[in-house]
């Protein structure tokens, strides 16, 4: 088993930083059946279209959702590189569950789009 390198918990983490807000500013959480996304990256060898979900905590409230994320883009990839792979991998899956759920995705798409136009394809 690998370990996962310190730089992708910091480019992950920076996505975070940079989606939650969109999450919370269009209500994506008002009224929804879950109080909180928790999503899992798995390393693999394909990028996966649609999340995997897990059904939401009655304890915690949280939807648990996955995604693989194919580890050949990971390697050697520098600071940049890794948070448009998680950003990718991030907005494809809370875009799916938002769909899903009926929430509010157009911030979302928006973002994907403008990452898109600049040459960092949610796809």
């Known amino acids: 088993m690998a370990r996962v390198p310190k730089t992708d918990f910091e480019a992950f983490a920076a996505v975070r930083a940079e989606l939650e807000p969109i999450l919370v500013a269009p209500d994506y959480l008002k009224d929804a059946p879950f109080s909180w996304v928790t999503l899992v990256m798995r390393y693999g060898l394909k990028n996966e279209e649609n999340p995997h979900y897990g059904r939401i905590s009655k304890k915690y409230g949280d939807l648990p959702l996955s995604i693989e994320v194919d580890v050949h883009e990971m390697l050697g990839a520098s600071m940049d590189e890794l948070r448009i792979v998680f950003r990718r991998a991030t907005l494809r899956t809370l875009i799916h569950a938002g769909e899903k759920y009926r929430r509010p995705v157009d911030a979302l798409r928006d973002l994907a ?11």
């Open 113 to 123: 789009d403008w990452a898109s136009s600049r040459g960092n394809s949610p796809s």
